[in-house]
């Protein structure tokens, strides 16, 4: 599950309706990547550009 700042996908002019639905489209697939792998293909497919962005991901692990 990966948490982001605004900066990874809002654009200026664009609706934030749009901009919200941009990360969600993308972060499916490469979902089953290890987490750097996940985070590194968010900020590539975005077109991230560096400016006020931070990523989280983390992966649950069931009880046991």
């Known amino acids: 599950m990966p948490l ?3 900066g990874l996908f809002e654009r200026r002019g664009e609706h934030l309706n ?3 639905e941009r990360p969600r489209r ?3 697939a490469p979902a089953r990547e290890p987490l750097d792998a996940l ?3 968010l900020l590539i497919r975005l077109g991230a550009d ?3 962005i931070a990523v989280l ?3 649950p ?3 046991r």
Request: net charge negative; hydrophobic share 35%; proline share 10%.
């Open 4 to 6: 982001y700042t605004d």
């Open 18 to 20: 749009a901009a919200l």
């Open 26 to 28: 993308h972060a499916g």
């Open 39 to 41: 985070c590194d293909e």
């Open 50 to 52: 560096g400016d006020d």
């Open 57 to 59: 991901a983390v992966r």
């Open 61 to 63: 692990v069931p009880p």
